[in-house]
């Protein structure tokens, strides 16, 4: 069994900066790529950005140079560092693992999400 626990979401102003973090546990024998994905409501979910086990890294143009995305491979964690804000930031977060269990079973697991409200 796996499971993936989001935190550090919240309320912050239009500009502010906010720091999410996700950690994996259970069955894992590794972990492949990372990602957060966002969904607004009314809105299909997308993606935010992911790193690969080596680091490399992927942005949607809409955060690109505001949010950076980086890992701790010996935790398990991956975290989302989210400066200048804006309103249509707001939405419901939610961390991705592709990892292979301890049965060398191929895996992907979603956490439960974590509301960023951006708002004045």
């Known amino acids: 069994q796996v499971q993936l626990v989001e935190s550090g979401g919240g309320l912050v102003q239009p500009g502010g900066s906010l720091s999410l973090s996700c950690a994996a546990s259970g069955s894992i024998f590794k972990i492949n790529d990372m990602a957060w994905h966002r969904q607004a409501p009314g809105k299909e979910r997308e993606l935010v950005a992911v790193i690969s086990s080596s680091g490399r890294t992927h942005y949607a143009n809409s955060v690109k140079a505001r949010f950076t995305i980086s890992r701790d491979n010996a935790k398990n964690t991956v975290y989302l560092q989210m400066n200048s804000l804006k309103l249509e930031d707001t939405a419901v977060y939610y961390c991705?693992?592709?990892?292979?269990?301890?049965?060398?079973?191929?895996?992907?697991?979603w956490g439960q999400g974590i509301q960023v409200t951006v708002s004045s």
């Open positions: 991705n693992a592709d990892l292979v269990t301890t049965t060398l079973s191929n895996f992907n697991d």
